[in-house]
């Protein structure tokens, strides 16, 4: 008997005491609890009448070498990725809303250069990125950029640059992310993508 049938059961008996009380007893404050009983148990039948869904983490995408032939190809695993594995979607937005806890992320692969995204994701507190778009002071989140290459998210670095060709196709630019540049599995890692001094449209300041 699964667990949803006794507690069905429970429910039904609770109702039928609630019925005898009513039934067979006069006394006042008695047939109130009765009552009681009965709307109570009818309100636990209702519930577990519902049908329950299981509630299950989104699905960790794998990044799968063999299915990498084209930057759309990274940018299709970087979009999964962004939504899954890599949590952005916890804090960031695609697009405005005032309930963001982290800046909208709408055109940001045609306004940052691709080692300003890389650094940005890996060192989220080497530069304070300044926002000429907006009038008045600027907004301050509640939530602080993780270090996504390092526990509890921990991308790769094939991971992080399949995110970056996703922002960049997202927001209409060509993806400067080529597939020569993922590692195979057992290559030894690559050294960091380092930021580029200058780029158009971006513009940091160090602390």
Known sequence: MSEVVRLQLIGLSV???????LL??????????????????????VALSVPQMASLPPVEEKFDMATVK?????????????????QCALCHTIGPSESARCPDLKGIGAKLSREFLFESLTQPQAYIYLDYRHEGAAKEYPARMPYINKNPIGLSRNEILSVIAFLQQMSGEPISVTVAELEAPGQAPAAPVKAAQSGPVAVAEAH
């Open 70 to 86: 084209t930057p759309t190809d990274m940018a299709t695993i970087g979009q999964k990725i962004f939504f899954s594995k890599g």
């Open 15 to 21: 109702v039928g005491c609630g019925i005898l009380i």
């Open 24 to 45: 067979f007893i006069r006394a006042t404050f008695v047939r109130v609890i009765g009552f009681v009983a009965i709307v109570l148990g009818l309100f636990t039948l």
